[in-house]
């Protein structure tokens, strides 16, 4: 069986709105620019479950943050990141319709994964798999063939989108086909021509 596996953000959603991370930084009264550059510093950490959630934002912030307000500014989090790509996910609905095997594969940490599971096309997806739920992360080898496994999948049988080359990477040196992720348009002409579609 053939199975395409998709990343979620920046693919499967939009990219973070830069709105969204003000009112972020407003609501934790930070300075913008540390705030940014905390927020991509400590973020691989918090993926692998290396942070637990207050240890993440305190990491952010600089200061230590309690758990009401990490929880507010991770439910703040997940919102950003709950803007759908309409095209992708169109694409994605037609790969279900059409009985493809379909997983995500996502470096989120599990307290974003939560919510991250409440929106309707990712729980339509009925292979999941985040990095702050197993501990390892993409591009690591281990995450991938987490997923194999996961999906009772032989690797050269999996193609996996993801927006990061370094990603692509990853899972191409997993024995997996790589497929960059640009837009949709050009995705769906990536998987026809794989004979995906």
Sequence with gaps: ??????????????????????????AAGADPAAFRAG????????DRAALTTEEYW??????????????RLNAMDVASWSHPDEGVVAL??????????????SNAPASQADGLEALPWVAAIPHRVFSGRIGLVKPDRA????????????PADVVF???????????REAGMTGVPFTTAGALRADLTSLRAL
């Design 1 to 26: 069986m053939r199975w395409i596996v998709f990343d979620y953000g920046n693919v499967l959603s939009l990219p973070q709105p830069e709105s969204e991370v003000d009112e972020m930084v407003r």
């Design 39 to 46: 927020y991509w510093k400590h973020r691989l950490d918090f």
């Design 58 to 71: 305190s990491a952010v912030l600089g200061r230590s943050v309690d758990a009401g307000e990490a929880a």
């Design 92 to 105: 994605l609905g037609e790969l279900l319709a059409g009985g493809s095997g379909v997983g995500l594969l």
């Design 143 to 154: 995450i991938y063939d987490h997923l194999a496994r996961e999906l009772g999948a032989d």
């Design 161 to 171: 989108v993801d927006d990061r080359q370094v990603n692509v990477a990853g899972a």
